[in-house]
């Protein structure tokens, strides 16, 4: 179990549990998440809080399920980036392709 | 490279635990320790050791039930595991062994004997290990792939070079390659597929295809933008389903000989840097492209840089900027920046020979790559 899903009305919180998130888990994150696409969800707030390091194959595998998602009409979107990954993100332009809330609160508020 | 040495200890006693830990720890071992079969499972979730150590004897969940949740779960399944225990009986021994134990060793035994079967142990996988990946790379050898190039190209009035160290030694997913279209024009490409090991190895070729294709195609329609190039690749990807469902970033450069000008796209990738040896200021190029297959439209830009003699370019991929500390691991552009920097009007051999480098070596968190430009 790479995700923990926290069900709200109207989206879900998909929370990262490994303080890893690489290569090991990338691929059971991707199933894991495309599943709760497959389910209907149509707004997914992907939670960094507990994620120390992501490397190349994670993300990888989170922008996969973005293209997935987008394929089935949902959305995706981060929250609770450490500094080094928000930093990450920007660098490789990531923060293009995803919305990203300092907060899960924050995002779910956004919706 | 040396056999990795990192062992999760579980034991109830914390005297054992500790006992154990140090005498392991001045072997070269770093210690993980757990005072339950659920603390190792919880270390687990952030870790992953090349060998556990597990008591028996242990209240709640012993060491076979232990044994046993491990084996339940594929991501834990094939971490070597071993019995350290004071539990002598011979059908108790015979019975944790055939759990896919590789061994059971009793408390009583010396802790230099503990050690040496340890290491043993981890030597001989890291040896097979090796043999494997050797036979592996063989085959692709005579297959004649290879994604990164085997001879550096000769550019006029420039100096080229590159570094590559793949993730543990195996074949991965950065990918490079020099495309030397005329005396005047080459292209350098250098591409990191999002993976590790042969799966993104396999996909870098498809890639590099792609790119080939592109390049070959864009001069012979007598366009030298990268960034049409890059537009062209990722409107293919994009399309297709066999690669779309794997990104890739991607820094093209073309290199005109003649009028000493740079051009660069970037898609997804780390911002270059750019050393200008007269005002001896280092700076980050960063391109507006998205990764390879994210979005029909990748929001490719261009960007023109005039080198000077002296003035150098630096394109890397994210193994030279992950690195790991005492609180884990952790990706910092900044640091790697500041590591050049000594080096910036050095010769480009004195780099790769640097401390940094060999840390990065040590550390093999990811593939790594880095090419090296030089107006002479």
């Given at each position: 179990m790479t995700i923990i899903a926290d069900v709200h009305s109207n989206a879900v919180v998909a929370n990262i549990q490994p303080a890893e998130a690489n290569l090991t888990v990338a691929d059971s994150f991707k199933t894991e998440l495309n599943t709760l696409v497959d389910e209907g969800y149509k707004y997914l707030v992907v939670s960094?809080?507990?994620?120390?390091y992501v490397d190349s194959s994670f993300l990888g595998a989170l922008v996969s399920s973005l293209k997935y998602a987008i394929s089935n009409k949902a959305e995706i979107v981060l929250s609770g980036l450490n500094k080094d990954i928000q930093n990450l993100f920007g660098l490789i332009r990531l923060d293009k392709a995803f919305k990203i809330y300092p907060t899960t609160t924050a995002a779910l508020s956004a919706l | 490279m040396p056999p990795s040495k990192k062992i999760l200890l579980v034991d109830d006693n914390p005297l054992v635990l500790e006992m154990m830990a140090k005498a392991l720890s001045k072997e070269g071992f770093k210690c993980l320790k757990a005072i339950s079969a659920n603390a190792a499972m919880l270390v687990l979730k952030q870790h992953t050791p090349d060998v556990i150590l597990s008591d028996y004897h242990m209240p709640d969940i012993d060491g076979f039930a232990f044994r046993q949740l491990l084996i339940d779960e594929p991501a834990y399944r094939d971490i070597p595991f071993m019995f350290l225990t004071s539990e002598a009986d011979n059908q108790v021994m015979l019975a944790g062994v055939n759990m896919e134990a590789i061994d059971y060793i009793l408390k009583d035994t010396p802790v230099p004997v503990i050690v040496t079967k340890i290491n043993n142990f981890l030597t001989a996988v890291h040896e097979q290990h090796q043999r494997s990946v050797q036979e592996l790379s063989r085959a692709a050898s005579a297959l004649n792939?290879?994604?990164?190039?085997k001879a550096l190209p000769v550019v006029k009035d420039f100096e080229v070079d590159f570094w590559h160290k793949p993730f543990q030694d195996y074949p991965g997913g950065d990918f490079i390659d020099f495309i030397k279209v005329s005396e005047r024009y080459t292209f350098i490409v250098l591409g990191d597929v999002?993976?590790?090991k042969w799966g993104a190895w396999f996909f870098s070729f498809g890639y590099l295809s792609y790119i080939r294709a592109a390049v070959r195609i864009c001069i012979a329609e007598e366009d030298f933008s990268t960034k049409s190039i890059l537009q062209k690749i990722n409107n293919v990807i994009f399309h297709d389903p066999v690669v779309s469902d794997v990104l890739s970033s991607l820094s093209l450069v073309l290199i005109d000989a003649d009028t000493a000008m740079v051009t660069y796209s970037g898609a997804g990738d780390l911002p270059l840097l750019h050393y200008d040896c007269n005002s001896k200021s280092l700076s980050k190029v960063q391109s507006s492209g998205m990764l390879l297959?994210?979005?029909?439209?990748?929001s490719f830009d261009e960007q023109t840089i005039n080198l000077n003699a002296g003035d150098k370019l630096f394109m890397f991929t994210d193994g030279l900027i992950d690195y790991e500390d005492a609180d884990g691991k952790k990706t910092d552009y900044a640091l790697f920046e500041s590591e050049l920097s000594p080096y910036l009007s050095r010769p480009f051999a004195e780099f790769k020979q640097s401390e940094f480098i060999s840390s990065i070596i040590a550390a093999h968190i990811d593939d790594c790559s880095l090419i090296y430009i030089e107006k002479t």
């Amino acid at each position: 179990m790479t995700i923990i899903a926290d069900v709200h009305s109207n989206a879900v919180v998909a929370n990262i549990q490994p303080a890893e998130a690489n290569l090991t888990v990338a691929d059971s994150f991707k199933t894991e998440l495309n599943t709760l696409v497959d389910e209907g969800y149509k707004y997914l707030v992907v939670s960094f809080d507990n994620v120390v390091y992501v490397d190349s194959s994670f993300l990888g595998a989170l922008v996969s399920s973005l293209k997935y998602a987008i394929s089935n009409k949902a959305e995706i979107v981060l929250s609770g980036l450490n500094k080094d990954i928000q930093n990450l993100f920007g660098l490789i332009r990531l923060d293009k392709a995803f919305k990203i809330y300092p907060t899960t609160t924050a995002a779910l508020s956004a919706l | 490279m040396p056999p990795s040495k990192k062992i999760l200890l579980v034991d109830d006693n914390p005297l054992v635990l500790e006992m154990m830990a140090k005498a392991l720890s001045k072997e070269g071992f770093k210690c993980l320790k757990a005072i339950s079969a659920n603390a190792a499972m919880l270390v687990l979730k952030q870790h992953t050791p090349d060998v556990i150590l597990s008591d028996y004897h242990m209240p709640d969940i012993d060491g076979f039930a232990f044994r046993q949740l491990l084996i339940d779960e594929p991501a834990y399944r094939d971490i070597p595991f071993m019995f350290l225990t004071s539990e002598a009986d011979n059908q108790v021994m015979l019975a944790g062994v055939n759990m896919e134990a590789i061994d059971y060793i009793l408390k009583d035994t010396p802790v230099p004997v503990i050690v040496t079967k340890i290491n043993n142990f981890l030597t001989a996988v890291h040896e097979q290990h090796q043999r494997s990946v050797q036979e592996l790379s063989r085959a692709a050898s005579a297959l004649n792939l290879h994604s990164v190039p085997k001879a550096l190209p000769v550019v006029k009035d420039f100096e080229v070079d590159f570094w590559h160290k793949p993730f543990q030694d195996y074949p991965g997913g950065d990918f490079i390659d020099f495309i030397k279209v005329s005396e005047r024009y080459t292209f350098i490409v250098l591409g990191d597929v999002m993976g590790k090991k042969w799966g993104a190895w396999f996909f870098s070729f498809g890639y590099l295809s792609y790119i080939r294709a592109a390049v070959r195609i864009c001069i012979a329609e007598e366009d030298f933008s990268t960034k049409s190039i890059l537009q062209k690749i990722n409107n293919v990807i994009f399309h297709d389903p066999v690669v779309s469902d794997v990104l890739s970033s991607l820094s093209l450069v073309l290199i005109d000989a003649d009028t000493a000008m740079v051009t660069y796209s970037g898609a997804g990738d780390l911002p270059l840097l750019h050393y200008d040896c007269n005002s001896k200021s280092l700076s980050k190029v960063q391109s507006s492209g998205m990764l390879l297959g994210l979005m029909q439209d990748g929001s490719f830009d261009e960007q023109t840089i005039n080198l000077n003699a002296g003035d150098k370019l630096f394109m890397f991929t994210d193994g030279l900027i992950d690195y790991e500390d005492a609180d884990g691991k952790k990706t910092d552009y900044a640091l790697f920046e500041s590591e050049l920097s000594p080096y910036l009007s050095r010769p480009f051999a004195e780099f790769k020979q640097s401390e940094f480098i060999s840390s990065i070596i040590a550390a093999h968190i990811d593939d790594c790559s880095l090419i090296y430009i030089e107006k002479t």
